[in-house]
């Protein structure tokens, strides 16, 4: 079957940097999304990798190992804005979004 | 219109009625989807349609059914509703079904039947 897993929660502190990891196995692989999913809003997209290494983008870095099957988002000097749930998605052989339940980060002051 | 819209906002809904959430994109995408989100699961697929005319079914597409009739609307249809079915409906569209491209969501359709 196809599985993504994420934790369910992280505790953090303002001006911090935090990780969250993603691992995944599925049926083909066409790249790895990450999104950030504000309570009670749409999910918004942060970041796509499909080749290894890491991808910079602002506060936000997202890494990729296709032969671990393995993400992480890294999130650097943390804001209070930055509190929210963040979900890790693949893109199966089928071009299907396979997506994690989504890791809350909770910043704390 | 500006990006993605979905209406209604929320909905409660009588168990056996029948509903049809709407889902419409100004952005000529051709790829769209309708998702559900439960507590404690990911976002899952019900249906998509990869080009206006053509449709598929996802992960869950059980009860429900859509068309694509144009490029820009993309309605689910819920006919019957049952209490499983109370759940946050999202649309989102893509430019293509392919790998590399992101999709943008609308804002969500709260249901819950009763």
């Known amino acids: 079957g196809q599985n993504i897993d994420q934790p369910t929660e992280m505790t953090a502190t303002e001006g911090a940097i935090v990780q969250i990891n993603c691992t995944y196995q599925t049926s083909g692989f066409n790249g790895l999304f990450w999104y950030q999913q504000h309570a009670g809003e749409a999910p918004t997209f942060l970041s796509y990798n499909v080749l290894d290494g890491l991808e910079e983008k602002g506060r936000f870095s997202s890494f990729l190992s296709r032969s671990k099957g393995y993400s992480y988002l890294l999130l650097k000097e943390l804001q209070m804005k930055d509190s929210a749930s963040y979900l890790c998605?693949?893109?199966?052989?089928?071009?299907?979004?396979?997506w994690g339940a989504g890791t809350k980060l909770i910043i704390k002051p | 219109i500006a990006g993605i819209t979905q209406a209604p906002t929320s909905q409660i809904l009588a168990a056996g009625r029948r509903m049809t959430l709407r889902c419409t994109q100004d952005?000529?995408?051709?790829?769209m989807y309708w998702y559900r989100q439960d507590l404690g699961l990911g976002l899952r697929l019900i249906h998509y349609?990869?080009?206006?005319?053509?449709?598929g079914k996802g992960e869950v597409p059980d009860g429900y059914s859509v068309s694509r009739a144009n490029t820009d609307d993309f309605p689910l249809t819920l006919a019957s509703a049952v209490p499983s079915q109370t759940s946050v409906y999202f649309c989102?569209?893509?430019?293509?079904?392919?790998?590399?491209?992101?999709?943008?969501f609308g804002p969500g359709t709260r249901l819950t039947v009763l």
């Open positions: 989102a569209s893509s430019r293509t079904s392919g790998g590399n491209n992101e999709q943008f």
């Open positions: 952005m000529r995408h051709n790829a």
């Open positions: 998605a693949v893109s199966d052989s089928n071009y299907q979004l396979i």
């Open positions: 349609s990869n080009t206006a005319g053509t449709t």
